[in-house]
């Protein structure tokens, strides 16, 4: 198993990618922080992990507010001893199919304050913990539509493409601390997020939702390409990865 004795951190991780991704960690090995603002997800993934025979503990947090991020990483740094990993997949999509003369700025700083800002805390308050291993991987989820356009939603679009920027940054700034950092930009996968969208548009184009959805990919294949980012067999992998 090639994450045996590394601690990793997975936020969102109560559904989607980020449940796919903490329970193909725990499956590798990982004991896993599953973190998520949905205090009852977490305790599922938690409890689907353990009836696999994985090491899983549950945190809930509101990854836009620093105050709880820096708590979350301070409680998960303590009782685990360090952090080897993170996949931070917390995030939203609002807005779906709405103009952007019509968009409201209400709409738009939640989604920027989940999607992009929530990246920055997470990879803030991760990186002192890696430092105390000298080493460590950070994985943020970005998207296809926010690298090479097509979003549903101005918002989530423009706050995906931040997250991307911000792994570029990131992975220039933290590698000579021996921290990796990448952007993973999925593509149509079959999420609860994704599918209400999908069904926003089959409703508007008065089509079966079963049809558009068609063809989206499964969350576990994410899900094992961020287990295999955050081990060490990945070592050797730089930048920017594109899924289907």
Not at 34 to 53: S, T
Not at 220 to 236: K, Q, R, T
Request: net charge neutral; glycine share 14%; hydrophobic share 45%.
């Amino acid at each position: 198993m090639r994450l045996k004795n590394k601690n990793i951190v997975v936020t969102g991780g109560a559904s989607g990618i980020g449940r796919a991704a903490a329970q193909c960690c725990a499956r590798e090995g990982a004991s896993v922080a599953v973190v998520d603002l949905d205090g009852e997800g977490v305790e599922r993934a938690v409890r689907e992990i353990e009836q696999r025979g994985g090491c899983a503990n549950g945190f809930r947090a509101d990854v836009k507010e620093e105050n709880q991020v820096r708590d979350l990483f301070d409680t998960i740094g303590e009782a685990f001893g360090h952090i080897d990993g993170l996949i931070h997949a917390a995030g939203i999509l609002e807005g779906a199919l709405v103009p952007v003369d019509e968009f409201e700025e209400f709409t738009w700083d939640r989604v920027i304050d989940i999607n992009l800002k929530g990246s920055f805390l997470a990879a803030k308050y991760a990186v002192p913990w890696m430092k105390k291993v000298g080493k460590g991987v950070i994985v943020l989820i970005a998207s296809g539509a926010g690298v090479k356009g097509g979003s549903s939603s101005v918002a989530y679009g423009s706050s995906k493409g931040g997250v991307h920027g911000l792994s570029l940054v990131l992975a220039a700034q933290l590698g000579h601390r021996n921290i990796r950092v990448h952007g993973v930009c999925p593509g149509g996968i079959e999420t609860p997020l994704k599918m209400r969208v999908v069904q926003k548009q089959a409703d508007a184009a008065g089509r079966d939702v079963a049809h558009l959805a068609a063809g989206l990919g499964d969350p576990e294949g994410v899900g094992n390409i961020l287990s295999f980012l955050v081990s060490d067999a990945a070592d050797y992998v730089r930048g920017t990865i594109f899924t289907r």
